[in-house]
């Protein structure tokens, strides 16, 4: 009787469908519905026919500088240990005497300039007088000239003789005389 009352717990009825298979998941097509329909293009072809030596040898060309700079600090790291009372005092020797040949160099170059900005500001000054007075002087001649114009102007209108005989109109700024028939 101990047989009647056991449970099955396979469930072997219901079926475990993933979604890559047909019918369910992803659209409904199953994994072909992902994929494309044709084939790779001759482009991607030709890409990947050309890329992975390229990839492949630039890759083998960065593990071979590795190892040889792990190679080169293995055997240089005792020498460094060794020899590093004497380096760290040297670098640092020519590592001051450097920044003080470059700091007098500026400084230098430094002097020379203001030393020569000092020369020039006279020479500066008076060229920019001298620019001012050509520019005074030319505003000066165009401003008689332009005066002597409109004084000839005004003497050529002087000439007209204006009398009662004379009909006179004006057409925007300037004055015309005509003679009316008698």
């Known amino acids: 009787m101990a047989d009647t009352h056991r449970v099955d717990r396979t469930d072997r009825h219901l079926q475990f469908q993933s979604p890559y298979e047909g019918g369910g998941g992803y659209g409904g097509g199953g994994y ?6 044709s084939g790779p293009s001759t482009t991607q072809v030709l890409s990947l026919l050309i ?32 020899f590093s009372p004497v380096i760290v005092p040297a670098a640092l020797t020519i590592g001051l005497a450097m920044t003080g040949f ?9 002097c020379k300039y203001l ?9 500066q000054l008076e060229y920019a007088k001298r620019r001012m007075a050509d520019a005074v002087g030319y505003a000066g001649q165009k401003g008689k000239e332009m005066g002597q114009h409109v004084q000839s102007k005004a003497q050529d209108v002087k000439q007209y003789d204006i009398s ?9 700024h300037e004055t015309q005389g005509r003679t009316t028939a008698a």
């Open 32 to 37: 072909k519905s992902m994929m494309p329909e």
């Open 51 to 82: 890329g992975v030596p390229v990839v492949g040898s630039l890759l083998a060309l960065a593990g071979l500088l590795l190892a040889g700079s792990v190679i080169g600090l293995m055997v240089a790291l005792p020498l460094f240990l060794l």
């Open 102 to 110: 470059l700091a007098s160099g500026m400084f230098g170059l430094t």
């Open 115 to 123: 030393r020569g900005t000092r020369r020039t500001v006279p020479e």
């Open 164 to 172: 009662k005989s004379h009909d006179t109109t004006t057409k925007g």
